[in-house]
């Protein structure tokens, strides 16, 4: 019995995503699923791992930045009273 594998792209519409799906021999899913192909559809809709690390490094970024800003103090002049 062979085994459903997914990949991104492709014209077949799967859980609301475009994606390629192809039916392999159970001896050889290993071979393609260290080539990228997903074993289940809801992988499809996972971050990739470049798209993880790019987020965490704008994160570190964004972090860094906030920590860095100096806050002045705002300074008002006091108002002179009046002498009517």
Known sequence: MGQMLYKLGGDTKVWNT???VI???EVDVD???ADG???H???LLLPTETET???TETETETETE???ETVKPVRTKKAKPSNE
């Open 66 to 68: 906030t920590e860095t």
């Open 41 to 43: 559809p809801s992988k």
């Open 53 to 55: 690390e790019t987020e």
């Open 18 to 20: 475009k994606a390629h």
């Open 31 to 33: 071979e393609y699923l």
């Open 37 to 39: 192909w997903l074993d």
């Open 23 to 25: 039916v392999v021999d």
